[in-house]
């Protein structure tokens, strides 16, 4: 999932993501080194003649030729119903002499993407979020010219690389050698996920510390599990309903659940995790706790809505999620529907605990990759490109023409609390109405950083799980090293792999097989099964990517 943010508008919209990455949350921030509280610059605010954000006024200088340019931006998934007389693409076309021309496309649907363009269409703004190596590969998009990028577009490369090393951006921007993606990434892609805890059962069965330590831990979910947290007198929690996060990062594991991570060591060679010995460690661990009945057993078939319902009716105690599903801004955030239930509850935020070696660290963040933000298509003329530029650059360094677009109107789509954080109301958090008012990502797609998320959209109340969250040692979930090109094997094998990985470590955690016997044969199976294909390819592109 790209886990992009989106304020209560879904992980993977825009302040994120996964799918869960999705792409997540994702699915971006700004603040002092990506533009906040300064001009924009010449290419995107024209000229000192030029009307300030939101004026109807004529466009003189380097918009004075008026462009037909065709969008296809980030839309609410599922939501392609767009009203084309909506009020921010109308301030765009006004400031930037454009007409828009919305194209209907769901850019989260890669059965609909696929068809759109082998039906031979395009547009000239191409924002994608699913796989777009194809597009890259059949010649569907144009390139970029790096120079012109960050000529036109320096708030924007500013906003990332005060994110990510510049070194990392420069690599993984391109795609075989060539830049056809404009980069992009927010702070959501590069957060770990955080596990909450039941502050209140802690203090019910006597524990006055949160735990630190991998045994300090499995202490806290035996009591959780045996001392009747609830005080309902009966038997009826668990510890946890999977509790893979923070138990992966103190094996030295990424990965916020069952997954594959193909790690470079100190001297470069690269190999998967799941064949190392951390890996059998941690299953071991897992199957013991299993057997212990301290993780609810129904956690290894469960999917998130009865993973959450369980969560809801206070079953177990431990959650590991994005921090964004704890913000009080989020609907349906697991926080109120605790609260809900119970008023006396009290959530609490773990930092991850330290295992046999010392290591700790959270997953659910990707590697930085740079192939997440808009194309061109493949006939759109320099002019129109530019155009475009001098559109996204302006979003980027304005944050007051920002915030318009993406939230609408103050005191419609926003208010200010007393700390100047933004408030949104109810109305404004359904996909229908972000739909009909063209705001949310659609337009306002924009690297945005930490800095700038957390002085504008988190409340007081929401601080403690992201602070924790950036604070985290990152394990990451699919790689740790930096490579400038594509992983064909991964490509064809990942599938097969993860699906030789899912299956063992099911059946291990559940207690089904002796994993010291398995073992061996699991290792032969996952390489066998294209491992040692992808082993080998990231080898080269590690190689190639880090020649002196």
Not at 33 to 40: C, F, L, N, P, V
Not at 148 to 166: G, T
Not at 379 to 385: P, R
């Amino acid at each position: 999932m790209e886990q992009v943010k989106q304020i209560a508008w879904g992980k993977t919209a825009k302040w994120i993501a996964v799918a869960a990455v999705t792409t997540t949350i994702v699915s971006g921030c700004s603040g002092k080194d990506s533009g906040e509280g300064a001009k924009a610059s010449p290419s995107a605010s024209a000229s000192s003649s030029s009307p300030a954000a939101g004026s109807a006024s004529p466009v003189a200088g380097p918009y004075a030729k008026h462009l037909d340019i065709s969008w296809i931006g980030h839309n609410q998934i599922g939501k392609t119903n767009f009203n084309n007389d909506n009020k921010i693409k109308k301030l765009i076309e006004e400031k930037f002499n454009v007409t828009l021309t919305m194209v209907p496309l769901d850019v989260h649907n890669k059965e609909q993407v696929n068809l759109f363009f082998a039906d031979g269409k395009t547009a000239d703004h191409i924002r994608l979020n699913v796989d777009s190596t194809f597009v890259m590969e059949q010649g569907l998009v144009r390139e970029v010219p790096e120079d012109k990028l960050r000529k036109l577009m320096p708030s924007w490369m500013k906003s990332i690389e005060s994110m990510v090393d510049p070194k990392i951006v420069s690599s993984t921007m391109k795609y075989k050698g060539k830049l056809y993606a404009v980069p992009f990434i927010n702070y959501a892609a590069l957060q770990p996920w955080v596990m909450g805890i039941r502050k209140d059962w802690l203090d019910n069965v006597g524990i006055t510390k949160l735990p630190e330590t991998m045994d300090e831990f499995h202490e806290v979910l035996k009591r959780f599990t045996f001392n009747d947290p609830d005080q309902n007198g009966k038997k009826d929690t668990f510890g946890s309903h999977g509790l893979q996060l923070y138990l992966r990062g103190a094996y030295g594991l990424g990965g916020s659940a069952v997954g594959v991570q193909y790690y470079a060591d100190s001297a470069g060679k690269v190999n998967a995790s799941v064949l190392g010995d951390n890996y059998k460690d941690y299953l071991k661990t897992l199957q013991s706790w299993y057997k212990e009945g301290l993780i609810d057993p129904e956690s290894i078939t469960d999917l998130r809505p009865q993973q959450r319902a369980k969560w809801a009716d206070g079953k177990f105690g431990v959650l590991a999620d994005h921090p964004w599903w704890y913000a009080s801004t989020t609907a349906t955030n697991v926080t109120q529907m605790v609260t809900d239930k119970n008023p006396k509850a009290k959530i609490d935020f773990l930092k991850p605990f330290t295992g046999p070696t010392g290591d700790k660290g959270a997953g659910g963040a990707a590697y930085p990759s740079m192939q997440r933000g808009f194309f061109f298509g493949k006939n759109t003329s320099d002019e129109k490109m530019e155009r475009i530029m001098a559109i996204k650059e302006y979003m980027s360094a304005d944050d007051k023409f920002y915030i318009r677009a993406y939230f609408g109107e103050e005191g419609k789509g926003y208010t200010l609390d007393k700390d100047g954080v933004i408030q949104v109301p109810a109305d404004y958090l359904n996909v229908d109405k972000i739909t009909q008012e063209g705001i949310g990502q659609y337009f306002a797609l924009r690297p945005d950083n930490w800095d700038f998320y957390k002085k504008n959209n988190v409340l007081k109340i929401d601080a403690p799980a992201y602070d924790v969250a950036m604070a985290s040692p990152k394990k990451y979930n699919d790689i740790n090293f930096t490579v400038a090109g594509t992983n064909d094997s991964l490509l064809k094998y990942g599938t097969a792999v993860n699906t030789v990985v899912t299956e063992f470590e099911t059946n291990a955690s559940s207690g089904k097989i002796d994993i010291d016997k398995e073992w061996e044969g699991f290792k032969k199976k996952f390489l066998d099964a294209g491992g040692q294909s992808i082993i080998a390819d990231y080898q080269k592109l590690y190689d190639e990517s880090n020649k002196k």
